[in-house]
């Protein structure tokens, strides 16, 4: 996974909705202190919150298990404080326009609905201005991993041919079509669209308005596939369609398909001109993520961590 991935991923999932604040003021009497680094402090009222709103709804859990997935939260919770801390050192800083854009972006995962992404918080018992504060601390997480870590780590073009010339076999593509689906749940409502489509109606736009796919958001588009990467029964019809002929309906354990081929590739040996640049995103992602484990052990090392573990 890339690196600038997993920050964003381990911040903003792992973390994200569920983080600890760090807390630097002196904690109440009645609160016990789960946690120390270097100065920054976790109560285990806090941790014991967070960690319970990390858990999927419904789930149980043996005593043992829970016992484990504690332990193993509490080790991202310092690895977090440790973050947050070398931020202040490098004096690295998030502006509210920043915050505001990630915002506008999480947002959008809820179609700009603010009704479901009020529902979302209410859910998780989590006020919009600790999740803003939140969100903060996890592009601030990002932003020094960037510059104290990715900027650092490079990969040469050389290293990109030296990276082709071992894989060969990998840049074997097999034939591959483009093509926009339009899923119903009733064969007569199938039916109904096609009618549409053989009228003329554009297909992507018949595919957001009815159809019940995932992909219905970008017009019924799957982009281009193999075979054996789709359900047998669409392989069926798309690599026997003819491009820009409109299938009949295609009935799967999903409901009813409807299918419109694009485009096709032929099975073909991509070039080293074709793949640097995926190539060069792997080896970076790789490098990375190396660099940024080693940043974390580096920080462990020098920082003055203090666990309660009696407390779990």
């Not at 020094?144 to 490079?154: D, F, I, L, S």
């Not at 957001?208 to 019924?220: E, F, N, R, V």
């Not at 032929?266 to 970076?284: F, M, N, S, W, Y």
């Amino acid at each position: 996974m890339n690196s600038r991935h997993l920050v964003a991923r381990t911040a903003l999932l792992a973390f994200f909705l569920l983080s600890l604040a760090a807390c630097k003021e002196k904690p109440k009497a009645s609160s016990q202190i789960l946690l120390r680094v270097d100065g920054r402090t976790v109560t285990l009222e806090q941790f014991q919150k967070d960690f319970a709103a990390s858990l999927p709804a419904g789930q149980n859990l043996t005593r043992d298990e829970r016992k484990e997935l504690e332990r193993s939260y509490l080790v991202q919770v310092v690895d977090r404080q440790l973050t947050l801390a070398e931020a202040d050192r490098l004096h690295v800083a998030v502006t509210p326009a920043e915050v505001d854009v990630a915002l506008k972006g999480y947002r959008k995962d809820y179609a700009d609905d603010d009704a479901a992404f009020a529902s979302m918080l209410k859910e998780r018992g989590i006020p919009l201005a600790q999740w803003r504060k939140e969100l903060e601390d996890s592009l601030l997480m990002e932003k020094v991993a960037k510059q104290a870590v990715y900027a650092k780590v490079t990969v040469s073009d050389a290293e990109i041919a030296k990276y082709y010339q071992h894989h060969q076999k990998d840049f074997n593509r097999a034939a591959q079509v483009r093509a926009r689906q339009i899923v119903v749940s009733t064969k007569k409502e199938g039916e109904r669209l096609l009618g549409l489509l053989r009228q003329g109606e554009p297909f992507a736009k018949v595919a957001k308005t009815y159809s019940l796919s995932p992909d219905a958001a970008q017009g019924g588009d799957l982009g281009f596939f193999a075979r054996g990467e789709m359900p047998a029964e669409f392989d069926a019809v798309v690599f026997s369609l003819p491009v820009g002929q409109l299938s009949d309906l295609v009935k799967s354990q999903y409901g009813y398909h409807l299918f419109l081929v694009e485009a096709r590739r032929p099975a073909e040996h991509l070039t080293l001109k074709d793949v640097a640049g995926t190539i060069r995103k792997k080896l970076l992602a790789e490098r990375e993520e190396q660099a940024y484990q080693r940043w974390l052990q580096n920080l462990r090392a020098q920082a003055k961590i203090e666990i309660n573990w009696t407390l779990l």
